[in-house]
């Protein structure tokens, strides 16, 4: 066998392909479910977090202040293996699936509250003040005027924060979860050959690099206006 | 029952040596990617910026792909998928040429974003005052760069350090994979939940002052 033959065979072999890909396929359905459902529960959440700051009670400020920062300072990977391993301990069990998703929510929750604040500080005061005068009580000058606003500044950002959150799906592999990683993984055990890893590391490509250039166009679509 | 099985004082004890070893590794390892990583991502973005093409579009595909891919994803191919073409790596190898690649697009995209937040004037002003180029770049442009982009790019260096717990998956003895050793040895979670109170203590003050600059530079934009 020439080089390049054995090249192919390890990393590009047809009869292997042929018979992981529909795992693969099925790791790459179990990949989009679990980052649809992380980005949800995790915008939605630091979305709320971000609006109870801006009722500016001094103890709840602070607890949500300490809560972000526990979450943006610890690597996403620990969080997993502590919720997984650790937590049935607590008498609280999660499957892998579960513990990926809330660690990584968790972790996006804390991000995005940073970015939706920081959005909701850079609205002008006056927008506020212009609000309250027109007879407008606080929740709907916050909601109607401020975070449409605030959101929009927050949009690029955000964007790419989602995504580097989202790739972390591949982290579940590690407490088995068949997404596309542990299906790769399983799939090179089975056969012996790297094939699936490559079709996994393909399929990555083709679920994110769309969303990463479409993050890039949105990065400059959205750009501050200095 | 809580308490039993996940704030074991002797066993949180008892775990600090071995605990101790993974966080000197783990410093080591952020050591090692850190400048790796800035290195690789300065030198893209500069060529980054030439302006022919046959330079510029290929780099940029590739930073691309290497945003696009899971860090786990490439750490994974690149020590369990390469011994296969006949390149072991070991797992200091797989990891240091991991954080080179990744990190190394991401650092690479905040260069490019701050390169390009300079004013053309400033690199004309360089040139027609006599400086060659590679002076325009390292003493006008990348100074004021690198001030535009600060946050981003502590931000980007506090994501490194805590990706490199992605390396207990390669069985490099770091601070996670040292926890958990020492987790299935005792059968008890705290050594995990002191882990991650390492990690914890290290990183706060960085995201205290990241959170600071963030501010600053939102409050310099109103």
């Given amino acids: 066998m020439s080089g390049l033959d054995a090249f192919l065979f390890s990393f590009l072999n047809a009869r292997v392909a042929a018979e992981y890909w529909p795992k693969i396929v099925d790791g790459l359905g179990v990949t989009i479910v679990l980052a649809l459902l992380v980005i949800l529960a995790g915008l939605a959440l630091g979305l709320g977090l971000a609006v109870l700051r801006a009722l500016g009670i001094r103890p709840l400020n602070w607890a949500i202040i300490f809560l972000v920062d526990v979450f943006r300072a610890l690597p996403p990977l620990v969080l997993i293996v502590l919720i997984y391993f650790g937590l049935p301990a607590a008498g609280l069990s999660f499957s892998g699936f579960g513990a990926t998703w809330l660690a990584l929510t968790l972790v996006l929750m804390a991000f995005a509250e940073e970015i939706f604040w920081a959005g909701i500080c850079a609205v002008p005061k006056g927008q506020w003040e212009a609000g309250r005068a027109l007879g407008l009580r606080f929740l709907p000058t916050l909601g109607r005027i401020v975070l449409p606003q605030a959101i929009r500044i927050a949009v690029p950002p955000l964007t790419n924060r989602t995504i580097a959150i989202t790739k972390g799906t591949a982290l579940g592999s590690v407490v088995a979860v068949a997404e596309i990683l542990g299906a790769a993984q399983s799939g090179m055990a089975f056969s012996g050959n790297p094939t699936p890893l490559t079709l996994g590391a393909i399929a990555y490509i083709l679920l994110f690099l769309p969303v990463v250039v479409a993050g890039r166009w949105v990065e400059t679509r959205f750009r501050w206006k200095r | ?222």
């Fill in chain 2, 1 to 222: 029952m809580f308490v039993e099985s996940f704030l074991t004082t002797e066993i949180a004890l008892a775990a600090l040596p071995i605990l101790w070893m993974g966080l000197v590794q783990t410093i080591l390892l952020a050591l090692l990617c850190v400048p790796l990583g800035i290195g690789a991502g300065l030198a893209a973005a500069l060529l980054s910026g030439r302006p022919e093409r046959a330079i510029r579009w290929p780099l940029i595909g590739l930073i691309d792909i290497f945003r696009a891919v899971p860090p786990l994803v490439l750490l994974i191919f690149l020590y369990a998928g390469l011994p296969f073409a006949g390149l072991d790596l070991g797992a200091w190898g797989a990891v240091a040429l991991a954080f080179l690649l990744n990190t190394g697009a991401y650092y690479a995209e905040i260069f490019r974003a701050g390169i390009e937040s300079v004013g053309r004037g400033q690199a004309e002003a360089a040139r027609a005052l006599g400086l060659r180029r590679w002076q325009v770049s390292l003493f006008v442009v990348l100074p004021q760069a690198v001030r535009n982009v600060l946050p981003d790019l502590v931000s980007n260096t506090l994501e490194v350090v805590k990706l490199t717990s992605l390396a207990s998956v390669v069985a490099l003895p770091e601070l996670l994979f040292q926890a958990r050793q020492a987790q299935s040895i005792t059968f008890n979670a705290t050594p995990i939940l002191v882990a991650a109170l390492f990690y914890f203590i290290l990183l706060w003050p960085c995201v205290r002052l990241l959170s600071r600059l963030e501010n600053r530079q939102i409050a310099g934009r109103r």
